[in-house]
């Protein structure tokens, strides 16, 4: 049997890439013995992986901003080739190339029938929702991997309708599994929709996802703020207005300057809690975005909150921090009737439409985030790089397959 690779984090700063078994069709230890469910998974499938994203929650991990030990396996933005499947798989096959959203779903729990994926009941016994080579999440194996084990495939995988069409756009479309959708939700849920002017809080990979999807909306204006240079200039490459954060101006009086009113009709929040202050040499301030939002979403306005927020932070800047509790002004969002939508994108409520809109040129998402390939081995260089603050959103190619 044909062996397997993955990026295991190694403490804070480094990751490495070894060699771990082939994967078989069997949940992961943890699951079985916490649920109590089958160690056999005749419901999975194996991929061969095409193409497997750095997330920014990957990279939380790795500054050591969790209490990820070291040997956690990385990786949670998979696109694969069916290469095995279960006795019990019925609707995908051999060769097909699929999309896998990063919350793992059973399908059959009540949150997974009411379409809540990212908080699936059965696939993780600390808490509810479960992810690929994540902290907490379940004990599943990363796939920033050359092979994956895929639970519920029926369920879980979006199957692309043409193998050579998908292989073709695979840039655009290996952001489904992850930030083009999480970025969709947080415009989404933030109310988008035709002539809407908007804030975007961090011009990352999920920020820019979420820029781009408020065009895709038909916002009237798109204004990205951030502290990195090349990344705000990402941002205007496609046509958003931007805010430099390192400024020692008032974010109202940034936005007024834009669209001639202090505020905005919907406000996202892609940073999370390692945000920083305002200025220059601005310290960490965990819940600076989350009030600058507040201060900024006219009254009644809905705010999407993407970034992640977590309730174990070894390098929080206080013991509050530590455990996740944060100054936020709640008193300004409650007077001002705000909505806030929180917590992991449901992938299944948008990947499918959003494919459609790859498939037919009507989203042009890696060019939005600056999608750059690298091969496994190139990992953890990679993630050096985006801890910089480098603007792209890399692609690792497991098996050299992106382009040929």
């Given at each position: 049997m044909t062996g397997n690779r993955v990026v295991v984090y190694q403490g804070p700063g480094q990751v490495s890439v070894e060699g771990i078994e082939y994967p078989k069709l069997e949940l992961p230890s943890e699951v079985v013995s916490g649920l109590g469910v089958k160690k056999e998974a005749p419901h999975a499938v194996i991929l061969k992986t095409v193409s497997t994203n750095i997330c920014g929650s990957d990279q939380h991990m790795v500054r050591g901003r969790t209490t990820a030990p070291v040997g956690q396996t990385l990786g949670h933005e998979i696109t694969g080739e069916v290469v095995e499947v279960g006795e019990d798989v019925l609707f995908v096959k051999p060769g097909d190339i699929c999309s896998v959203p990063f919350n793992i779903a059973c399908g059959r729990c009540r949150m997974c029938n009411e379409g809540k994926t990212g908080i699936c009941l059965n696939v993780n016994p600390a808490r509810a929702g479960a992810a690929y080579g994540y902290v907490d999440m379940g004990g599943w194996i990363g796939g920033q991997a050359e092979?994956?084990?895929?639970?519920?495939?029926?369920?879980?995988?979006?199957?692309?309708?043409?193998?050579?069409?998908?292989?073709?756009?695979?840039?655009?479309?290996?952001?489904?599994?992850?930030?083009?959708?999480?970025?969709?939700?947080?415009?989404?849920?933030?109310?988008?929709?035709?002539?809407?002017?908007?804030?975007?809080?961090?011009?990352?990979?999920?920020g820019l996802a979420a820029a781009h999807s408020a065009q895709l909306l038909g916002a009237s204006v798109v204004i990205v703020?951030?502290?990195?240079?090349?990344?705000?200039?990402?941002a205007r490459s496609f046509?958003?207005?931007?805010?430099?954060?390192?400024?020692?101006?008032?974010?109202?009086q940034m936005i007024e300057d834009i669209v001639g009113e202090p505020e905005v009709d919907a406000a996202v929040d892609a940073v999370g809690f390692e945000a920083r202050g305002h200025g220059s040499g601005a310290d960490e301030a965990p819940a600076t975005v989350l009030n600058d939002v507040m201060s900024i979403a006219r009254a009644g306005a809905s705010l999407g909150i993407p970034g992640l927020y977590v309730t174990g932070d070894p390098g929080g800047i206080d013991e509050n921090a530590k455990i996740g509790q944060i100054g936020v002004r709640l008193g300004l969002g409650w007077a001002k009737s705000h909505a806030f939508t929180t917590g992991q994108c449901p992938v299944k409520q948008y990947n499918r439409k959003l494919m459609n809109l790859i498939l037919q040129d009507k989203a042009s998402i890696a060019k939005a985030v600056n999608a750059t390939t690298i091969t496994l081995d190139q990992a953890p260089q990679g993630y050096q790089d985006f801890d910089r603050g480098a603007a792209k959103k890399f692609v690792l190619d497991p098996h050299g397959t992106i382009g040929s």
């Open positions: 092979y994956v084990m895929v639970p519920f495939a029926d369920f879980n995988l979006l199957k692309f309708p043409d193998r050579d069409q998908a292989l073709e756009k695979i840039l655009d479309l290996t952001m489904l599994s992850d930030i083009f959708p999480t970025g969709y939700h947080g415009v989404y849920t933030a109310g988008v929709t035709t002539g809407s002017t908007v804030y975007v809080a961090g011009a990352g990979p999920v703020g951030d502290m990195i240079p090349e990344r705000l200039q990402q046509g958003c207005e931007t805010v430099d954060l390192t400024q020692d101006a008032e974010l109202p």
